[in-house]
């Protein structure tokens, strides 16, 4: 069974800092891997995806890797932002039409 | 473009009633649906999915069932709602058209009192 480890659990930093959240899981046979966010209260936002022939995507200051044989996968952001303060989720898809394996997330705060 | 629909956002139910959690997506066909239940502490938890009509697979044995009676609508149904149903629930869709890439509903919030 696949499990996604999401590392910190949480994590404070002061604004203008780049930072980096890390997510693994045991089965590197992937479909995608995708990166959500997650306000208090709010459904999933999702950030980026990366298919499993990729090896990473950027979205503005958002940049997702993804090292499939390592299991391993990192969302990098940069010139972070008090906006950007949200809990982050790493899931894994294992085949097309099956559902994604969650981590726990990453809780963000960045202070102004 | 595509979005997702799931109503209501909160809902204060006692022990013993039913309940029935509705989500409707638009602008897309045949897609596949899920449900999760994010419980407090917890990771999201896969309830549900189904790649098409009538088709429903349960991840977790639960006092809950799930039906997909039109294309595009999925359903979260109890007969007698538990304390332990208490959560987060979220509905969200996906298309092997897209890459499997999933977009979430903004959620339900159960409180079973």
């Known amino acids: 069974k696949q499990e996604v480890t999401q590392i910190p659990a949480a994590l404070s930093v002061p604004e203008g800092e780049n930072l980096v959240l890390n997510c693994s899981f045991t089965d590197s046979a992937i479909y995608n891997l995708q990166w959500f966010r997650q306000d208090p209260g709010k459904g999933l936002t999702s950030l980026l995806l990366?298919?499993?022939?990729?090896r990473e995507q950027t979205s503005g200051r958002l940049n997702a890797s993804l090292d499939k044989s390592s299991g391993r996968s990192t969302l990098y952001i940069a010139a972070s932002q008090p906006g950007d303060s949200a809990t982050y989720l790493c899931a894994v898809n294992s085949n097309s039409g099956y559902a994604l394996n969650f981590g726990k997330g990453t809780s963000l705060l960045v202070t102004p | 473009s595509q979005t997702i629909h799931q109503w209501p956002a909160t809902l204060v139910q006692p022990v013993g009633s039913p309940l029935s959690l509705e989500c409707t997506v638009e602008g897309t066909s045949n897609p596949n649906l899920y449900w999760y239940r994010q419980a407090a502490g917890r990771g999201l938890q896969l309830l549900f999915y189904?790649?098409?009509?009538?088709?429903i697979s349960s991840e977790v044995p639960q006092n809950l069932s799930a039906s997909r009676p039109q294309d595009r609508q999925f359903i979260l149904s109890s007969k007698k709602l538990l304390l332990s149903d208490s959560g987060f629930y979220l509905c969200?869709?996906?298309?092997f058209g897209q890459g499997e890439l999933a977009f979430f509903g903004q959620g339900t919030r159960l409180t079973v009192v």
């Open positions: 189904s790649v098409g009509i009538g088709q």
């Open positions: 969200a869709w996906s298309s």
């Open positions: 990366i298919q499993s022939s990729q």
